[in-house]
């Protein structure tokens, strides 16, 4: 079970948006639509931006968005913010009752 | 409004079992299944494995050897036991609740860093 990977950083500008990956395999992200998405700033806990590929819970603004495509996973944040200034994780199940995380993603607002 | 709170030492010495408790509160513990997940310094999350109320578990593989979590419901509480621990082992530990329906994690304790070193 290896951890999914994840471009290390990604910028933007104000008002721009971005995507970031998060690339499985056939064992977890291609196989099952249980891949959730985690915004985290400095010295805090991760809290969920998306759930189920494309879910938002309530309270998260739709400027988060989630998608998959076979092995991979994709976040886009649109309208990019100086709050969106944070690390950013992938979740998928991968079976057997078990998860895996991605490597995670720093987002830069430039 | 769902808390959590990890409790146990800071500090464990290498080869010695660390031990943590997660303490649930403005909410049952029943019904849903509560993760461990640890952050080393600087790095990314790592799922260590759950617990449903009812007590059935699912670990990950790279740590099932070494770790086991329970649960005692009628405190509300969950714990944390990782063996022959090393310094690979120092980490934030977060207790997390998974909500089944979402299939995600969505309450997070506050963490408690917990530092391997002799």
């Known amino acids: 079970q290896s951890a999914l990977t994840q471009p290390a950083s990604v910028s933007g500008s104000p008002e721009q948006s971005i995507t970031i990956s998060c690339t499985g395999t056939s064992s977890d992200v291609g196989s099952y639509n249980v891949v959730s998405w985690y915004q985290q700033h400095p010295g805090r806990a991760p809290k969920v931006l998306i759930y189920e590929v494309t879910k938002r819970p309530s309270g998260v603004s739709n400027r988060f968005s989630g998608s998959k495509s076979g092995n991979t996973a994709s976040l886009t944040i649109s309208g990019l913010q100086a709050e969106d200034e944070a690390d950013y994780y992938c979740c998928s199940y991968a079976g057997s009752g078990t998860y895996v995380f991605g490597t995670g993603t720093e987002v830069t607002v430039l | 409004q769902v808390q959590l709170q990890e409790s146990g030492p800071g500090l464990v010495k290498p080869s010695e079992t660390l031990s943590l408790t997660c303490t649930v509160s403005g909410g049952s513990i029943s019904g849903y299944y509560w993760s461990w997940i640890r952050q080393p310094p600087g790095k990314g999350l790592e799922w260590i494995g759950y617990i449903y109320y009812s007590g059935t578990t699912d670990y990950n593989p790279s740590l099932k050897s070494r770790v086991t979590i329970s649960i005692d419901t009628s405190k509300n509480q969950l714990s944390l036991r990782l063996s022959s621990v090393t310094a690979a082992d120092t980490a934030v530990f977060y207790c997390?609740?998974?909500?089944?329906?979402?299939?995600?994690?969505?309450?997070w304790g506050q963490g408690t860093l917990v530092t391997v070193s002799s």
């Open positions: 997390v609740r998974h909500d089944l329906q979402k299939r995600a994690f969505d309450y």
